[in-house]
């Protein structure tokens, strides 16, 4: 399972962790990690062209400790700094040492929205806000060392410690991880998506070792780079790039490294308030953080790779964020015994269609079929053509109560808004069963319903505009903050939501929230949310547990997406998908 923590924990970790170890040696294992991926992504790091865009916190010195590795393997490595007068004095005295070069940019203001506390001080200088002073600074406030902590004059080892890779990439991207470069060690293999520079190109001969560049020269190094290293701004930064750093990162034309998380974006919540990196790879340290996994700051990341910096033991147990794999899916699918029979394996109940979207039940039921239970029973008018399509089905006219025995409900998908639909709703609501509402369901549910009085869970799956009415919000303020809106929905219902969208997001009451990674934008078409509904549901009927549920279904409906629409990407339908359910389910037991 792929794991995410807030900012805030991040931080305690790291002070916890600094604590126990040399002063700067965890900067080094970061270091050390950054310059390993970076020498993959380069394929040949000798005679390659390196540019770091340096900020005034921890990411900056980590982009420099990792150019001064990559300098030392024979890389003409140009640092652009943002805010000369605050830059790392460790990081910067071992770029130059190594003969890496240097390029200042503006008159001090820092490249984009705040650093948060922790910006190092330079040469015998005081970093505030509990900040880590270099070269003989001392940090203010008496405060514990902020981030990762510097090296005094650049000089502390890694004591030791290896920057492992965790071997896992996001967004449909293989790990990076080789050996690491200057010493350090990277756990992991492959090649990180992005790319491979050709890196042959000669060490920029404008410039000598240790010097500076002027302004203009900066953008043109930039511009020049196989590669380039955002470490502009880290985890605490808010809001968007600065101009100066804005026009730097339209300059690249080379492969794009964020340093923990791409400039610009929020850690936390996911959110791009103004302009950000969009990096073609990520390299994060220690645990990857929320907005690293959610939209859009997810869209800005690129590949994923976690640098291991030694940071689990002081981690929480329970994260803010968590992604599920394949073996944590294979886990949870339900598997009939030998004694099973239809009744045992559970009944999924579908409230679904009506005259004018008779598809609706057609599209949840062939859902329903395909999630593991062993009965789909069908309530609604569109009886005859769900038949027709599934003769397997059991039907029924309605009212729901009326209907037989099930283990769990879906209700809401083509319903309509009459007072048929009203009542369907409010009968399967009443019983003691799992409910999923989805769809017209969710525009009948009464505003301000506490589901937390049902005998048994609910589950809402609403797509951004639903979710915007239920909350009483704009469309827009939901989509920006997709992780903030999902915790609202479940808080306010008393229910476990399944928020759609890019990155679909579900929400339980005191648990993490949970991020599917398998989602493609193919998708988004006309009757794939009732075909998710529908695979929800059977699975609450097998006995799974809501939050695994609505995890497990929209896991195995991302892939079979990908599935259908594989190798190239291609327009799909919504029955498209729901066929492939049984092959992706094979795949994910395999």
């Known amino acids: 399972m792929r794991i995410a923590?807030?900012?805030?924990?991040?931080?305690?970790?790291?002070?916890?962790?600094?604590?126990?170890?040399?002063?700067?040696?965890?900067?080094?294992?970061?270091?050390?990690?950054?310059?390993?991926?970076?020498?993959?992504?380069?394929?040949?790091?000798?005679?390659?062209?390196?540019a770091l865009l340096v900020g005034s916190g921890d990411n900056g010195g980590d982009?420099?400790?990792?150019?001064?590795?990559?300098?030392?393997?024979?890389?003409?490595?140009?640092?652009?700094?943002?805010?000369?007068?605050?830059?790392?004095?460790?990081?910067?005295?071992?770029?130059?040492?190594?003969?890496?070069?240097?390029?200042?940019?503006?008159?001090?203001?820092?490249?984009?929205?705040?650093?948060?506390?922790?910006?190092?001080?330079?040469?015998?200088?005081?970093a505030t806000s509990g900040g880590a002073a270099a070269s003989g600074g001392t940090a203010a406030s008496g405060g514990p060392m902020a981030g990762r902590g510097p090296a005094a004059g650049g000089s502390a080892a890694a004591a030791g410690g290896a920057a492992a890779g965790s071997g896992g990439m996001a967004a449909g991207g293989t790990a990076a991880g080789s050996a690491a470069a200057g010493g350090g060690q990277a756990a992991g293999g492959g090649q990180a998506a992005g790319g491979v520079a050709s890196g042959s190109a000669a060490a920029d001969r404008g410039l000598t070792d240790g010097g500076s560049e002027a302004n203009g020269d900066a953008e043109a190094a930039v511009a020049r780079a196989?590669?380039?290293i955002d470490g502009i701004v880290g985890i605490g930064g808010k809001g968007g790039l600065r101009p100066d750093a804005e026009r730097l990162v339209r300059a690249v034309r080379g492969i794009l490294?964020?340093?923990?998380?791409?400039?610009?974006?929020?850690?936390?919540?996911?959110?791009?308030?103004?302009?950000?990196?969009?990096?073609?790879?990520?390299?994060?340290?220690?645990?990857?953080?929320?907005?690293l996994l959610i939209d859009p700051a997810h869209t800005h990341a690129g590949a994923l790779r976690l640098i291991d910096i030694g940071l689990d033991a002081h981690l929480p147990a329970d994260p803010d964020l968590e992604a599920l794999q394949h073996e944590d899916v294979a886990a949870l699918l339900p598997r009939p015994s030998a004694e099973s029979d239809k009744y045992r394996r559970g009944v999924v109940g579908v409230v679904a269609g009506s005259a004018r979207y008779p598809g609706a039940a057609v599209l949840a039921v062939s859902g329903a079929l395909r999630g593991g239970a062993g009965a789909v029973r069908y309530v609604g008018p569109a009886a005859d053509t769900v038949i027709a399509r599934f003769p397997e089905t059991l039907v029924h006219s309605g009212p729901p109560a009326k209907a037989g025995r099930v283990q769990s409900w879906v209700v809401g998908p083509g319903l309509g808004d009459g007072a048929a639909a009203k009542h369907s709703l409010e009968d399967v609501l009443a019983s003691d069963v799992p409910v999923l509402v989805d769809a017209d369901g969710l525009h009948l549910l009464p505003a301000g319903s506490d589901l937390r009085k049902r005998e048994a869970a609910t589950v809402l799956t609403p797509h951004a505009g639903e979710a915007a009415a239920l909350l009483g919000v704009s469309r827009e303020e939901v989509e920006a903050g997709r992780l903030a809106a999902v915790r609202a929905l479940a808080e306010r219902y008393g229910a476990t939501v399944l928020l759609k969208g890019s990155t679909t997001l579900v929400a339980a009451e005191h648990q993490p929230v949970r991020v599917n990674p398998t989602g493609v934008g193919w998708l988004a078409t006309a009757g794939s949310g009732d075909v998710l509904s529908g695979l929800i549901g059977s699975l609450l009927a097998t006995g799974l547990p809501a939050r695994d549920a609505a995890s497990v279904g929209a896991y195995l409906h991302g892939l079979a997406a990908r599935r259908t629409t594989a190798p190239h990407g291609a327009p799909i339908a919504a029955y498209d998908v729901s066929t492939a359910l049984t092959d992706t389910w094979r795949d994910v037991l395999a």
């Open 257 to 291: 490294v964020a340093v923990d998380l791409p400039s610009g974006v929020d850690a936390d919540t996911g959110e791009v308030r103004g302009s950000a990196v969009r990096a073609d790879a990520t390299i994060t340290f220690g645990t990857y953080k929320p907005g």
């Open 63 to 126: 982009a420099l400790y990792a150019g001064a590795r990559l300098a030392r393997r024979g890389a003409g490595v140009t640092a652009v700094l943002l805010n000369p007068d605050r830059a790392h004095g460790g990081g910067l005295a071992a770029l130059r040492a190594a003969g890496g070069r240097v390029a200042t940019v503006g008159g001090g203001a820092a490249g984009a929205g705040a650093a948060g506390g922790g910006g190092a001080a330079t040469a015998g200088g005081t």
């Open 5 to 50: 923590y807030s900012v805030e924990t991040v931080r305690a970790a790291e002070r916890e962790l600094m604590a126990r170890l040399p002063q700067g040696a965890l900067m080094q294992r970061a270091a050390a990690g950054l310059a390993a991926a970076c020498a993959d992504l380069l394929g040949r790091v000798y005679g390659s062209r390196v």
């Open 226 to 228: 196989d590669l380039v």
